[in-house]
Structures are given as structure tokens and as C-alpha cells.
């Protein structure tokens, strides 16, 4: 079974300023790679995804992220942050079995708070 | 792209009464479901895996005769919470995975459940 290590439970930054989420998996053969967000009361949103090719990854909201086999992680990162990024942010990793998405095992969370 | 729609969004029940959450595949089929419980500030955590036509697993400690999970068609899943006890009050989000190119899980809306 695979585990996910977000390390940092909260992150505070102010409006405009560079942010990342630190992302750390067990060791696999293969493994697919994705960061959600989830606002209050709601379900998941994919912001970016890694199956294969260059390990930086772009997504969706400004937001990109970096696979690095050899450190087992899988950081996320955005250049400028805006308030609207408040929400908490889950890293999730799946085994790789081909084109079949197994079950997605969850880093604990880490609440981003931009404040103005 | 692909979307699970999930309800009710919010349910409040009695205790010793019976909860039905449905999940559904809208545009795309799928055999394999998972349903996850969220704790407040906690990660997901699979509960079990529904598979269509068949039994669903489930996770060590999650009991089976308390969360029904049936799987009927391609594009519907549902999760009965029987016998609600206050305890059970969670917040609990279900998933579908695509298969293919764009691999990736796509999660209903998440349904809150309180227990009174």
C-alpha cells in the first residue's frame, strides 16, 4: 500500500506571493500522481495530474507541479497566489496498472489561507 | 469532461434510521466505484470499492452489514448508511475512474450526513 506525506498541515501567505505544497509518496514501480483541491461542503476538483512523459506537470488556475522519481515527491507550486486559492489541497497517489486507475491513496491535507 | 453527480448533498436523519447516498457516472461508464469518508480536517478514507455485478470490498474496519454498498449498473453506485448512529455523521464522497488516455478519478459533490 502506498502512503502520502503532506508535511504541512496549514500554509498562511499573503495575496500576490509565490506558494508550495511540499508532497512526498511511498516508493512504487510506477505511480500515478495527482494534487485536488476541495473547497468547504464540496467534492473534489482536479488541479493537475502526472501519468507519464515530463515530469513538470501544468494544471489548471496558474498551478503546476514537479515529479521527481529519485526524492519520491511530488510538489505543488504557483508563482502568485490569489485570495480565490483559499481551500485545502489533498495529494493523492494511485499505482500505475496501465490505463486502470486503481484506488487513490490521500495525503492528510494542507489548508492554504492567502490573505490580502 | 466526465462528471459524478452524487446525492442528496446534505441529509439529516434519526437514529436507528437508514441513509441512501447515490452516485452516478453521467456520461461515461464505470465498473469500479470507490466511496471515501472525510472526517472534519481529516484526509479521505476509502471505505470500499463497489464493483458492478458483483460484491464491493471493503476496508479493513468498515462493516460491511452497516454500510451497504450496491452496484446495479454501469453508472450508478449507491451506499446505505443502516441503523444511523450519531457516530456515522461524516461527510462522504464517492469517485469514478475513467479509463483510457485521460486517466483520472472524477468525484461526486460529497453528501453531508448528520445523525441526530
Known amino acids: 500500500a502506498q502512503s502520502v506525506t503532506q508535511l504541512d498541515s496549514q500554509v498562511p501567505v499573503f495575496e500576490e506571493a509565490p506558494v508550495e505544497l511540499r508532497c512526498n509518496y511511498s516508493?512504487?514501480?510506477?505511480?500515478?500522481l495527482f494534487w485536488y483541491v476541495q473547497y468547504p461542503n464540496q467534492g473534489l476538483q482536479l488541479l493537475l495530474k502526472?501519468?507519464?512523459?515530463?515530469?513538470l506537470v501544468k494544471g489548471i488556475n496558474g498551478f503546476e507541479a514537479e515529479f521527481n522519481k529519485s526524492q519520491t515527491s511530488f510538489h505543488l507550486r504557483k508563482p502568485s497566489v490569489h485570495i480565490s486559492d483559499t481551500a485545502e489541497y489533498f495529494c493523492?497517489?494511485?499505482?500505475?496498472?496501465?490505463?486502470?486507475?486503481?484506488?487513490?491513496?490521500f495525503g492528510r491535507g494542507t489548508q492554504l489561507t492567502v490573505w490580502p | 469532461g466526465a462528471v459524478v453527480s452524487q446525492h442528496p448533498s446534505r441529509v439529516i436523519c434519526k437514529s436507528g434510521t437508514s441513509v441512501k447516498i447515490e452516485c452516478r457516472s453521467l456520461d461515461f461508464q464505470a465498473t469500479t466505484m470507490f466511496w471515501y469518508r472525510q472526517f472534519p480536517k481529516q484526509s479521505l478514507m476509502l471505505m470500499a470499492t463497489s464493483n458492478e455485478g458483483s460484491k464491493a470490498t471493503y476496508e479493513q474496519g468498515v462493516e460491511k452489514d452497516k454500510f451497504l454498498i450496491n452496484h446495479a449498473s454501469l453508472t450508478l453506485s449507491t451506499l446505505t448508511v443502516t441503523s444511523a448512529h450519531p457516530e456515522d455523521s461524516s461527510f462522504y464522497i464517492c469517485s469514478a475512474p475513467s479509463v483510457g488516455l485521460n486517466t483520472e478519478a472524477f468525484f461526486g459533490q460529497g453528501t453531508r450526513l448528520t445523525v441526530v
Open positions: 493523492a497517489v494511485s499505482e500505475g496498472r496501465g490505463s486502470t486507475l486503481g484506488r487513490l491513496y
Open positions: 502526472y501519468l507519464s512523459g515530463s515530469t
Open positions: 516508493s512504487s514501480v510506477s505511480v500515478y
